[in-house]
C-alpha cells in the first residue's frame, strides 16, 4: 500500500481485458496513478474491449492510451508512467 501522498504510475497494457482490468481497479483503489495501454488488436472484439475500459476512463488516476507498443512513439505513454524519484515499485 503506497503511503499517503504518493501516488506513483503503474503502467498495465493489454487494459480492457480481464485480469488488466482488475489490475488497473485494484491500484488505482490503493492509490497508484494508473496508465493503460491497449492496441486494440482483434483478438477481443472491439465492443467487449470499449465496455470494459469504460468504468476506469471516468475514474480518477487513470489515463488511458489507444497506441500499438510494437509501432508506437511510447514517448507520452512512458511519460506519464515515469514514477517520481520518491516512488517505490507498484504492487497490485
Do not use: W
Not at 487494459?15 to 492496441?39: K, T, Y
Not at 488488436?41 to 471516468?58: G, H, Q, S
Not at 487513470?62 to 504492487?91: G, W
Amino acid at each position: 500500500m503506497p503511503e499517503r501522498g504518493i501516488h506513483e504510475p503503474c503502467l498495465v497494457t493489454g487494459r480492457p481485458v480481464s485480469l488488466a482490468r482488475s489490475s488497473c481497479e485494484a491500484l488505482r483503489v490503493r492509490g497508484h496513478e494508473v496508465v493503460g495501454v491497449d492496441a486494440f488488436i482483434p483478438y477481443y472484439p472491439r465492443a467487449v474491449k470499449e465496455r470494459n475500459l469504460r468504468d476506469l476512463t471516468a475514474q480518477p488516476r487513470f489515463t488511458f492510451y489507444e497506441t500499438d507498443l510494437r509501432t508506437a512513439d511510447l514517448a507520452p505513454v512512458v511519460t506519464a508512467a515515469t514514477p517520481s524519484s520518491t516512488s517505490r515499485p507498484c504492487r497490485a
